[in-house]
């Protein structure tokens, strides 16, 4: 029997391939230095029983379907899987699968990462600090705003948001969260702008879909107060990057901490320049151990759906 045979996308650290390598499969990795272009992507999925691919790879309903008859799985080294068509691989038949559980953690770390800085405004600081502009300590410098004492909203509650949650907590802040169902845990808010117009630190939490497109737009960033702290390591489409730009320049909220984007790897220029603005490259799940069990997470999904097992980590319509 042909061995089946398995692209990956990318180079991924080290370890991550071994579920698929113990599995005897034939495993296809592309290059390291640049992505597949969509037209190489659907060349070689002919070819392949499974894929492992990242965020940056844009699975569509054209790719998809050149993998018709054979591809039977397509694992995303990420939590998020709006880079995929999942319409259309429910309608060929293809399993999707996703790196969720294993990267909560690392991701809550960063976005309490950008809680602390923004608030704190360590960009600003350190900018001027690299640039020489630094004059010497001065009482009303740099002056930030407390974490401790304050209230964090959490617009989500899965678990990344959770995670925030616990840390927020050790940090003396007081903890409300918003979901489209209710929780029935403390805390919960009904109405996402009351969650806004309440809370001092708001932080994202939720996937990227058609009802979360823009969820806050310049309406939602007016409700918050003008001392408010916007985080969002989620997706950057969910935040209007032009309105929140606008609010900063023009202070009517106090910062923003950004690890994504709406065009990734560019970045609003109104952004690039706003005041009180801390902005990281998508790096929340990035640490070497996170990132290897996400790779090692996705490989082992495909050879379960390739093996006729089910997969830990199915995502469905
Ligand atoms: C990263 O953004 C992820 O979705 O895992």
Redesign the pocket.
Known sequence: MTPKRVLVTRHLPEGSLDPLNDAGFDVVQHGETSPLTPDELSDEIRRVDGIVCL?TDRVDRRILEAGAGRLRVVA??????DNIDLAAANDLGVAVC??PGV?DDT?ADLAFLLILAASRVMSDAERDLRAGKWTGWAVNQYLGQDVHGRTLGLVGWGRIARRVADRARGFGMQVFHHARRPSGESGYVSELDDLLRAADVVSIHVPLREDTYHLIGPRRIGLMKPTAVLVN???GPIVDEAALAEALHANRIFAAGL??YEDEPNVHPRLLSAPRTVLLP?V??ASVATRTA?GRLASRSVVDVLCGRLPPTLVTV
């Open positions: 965020l995303n080294v990420a939590v998020g899987y996703n790196t990267l991701t390591t989620a997706r690890d994504v998508h929340g799940s996400m």
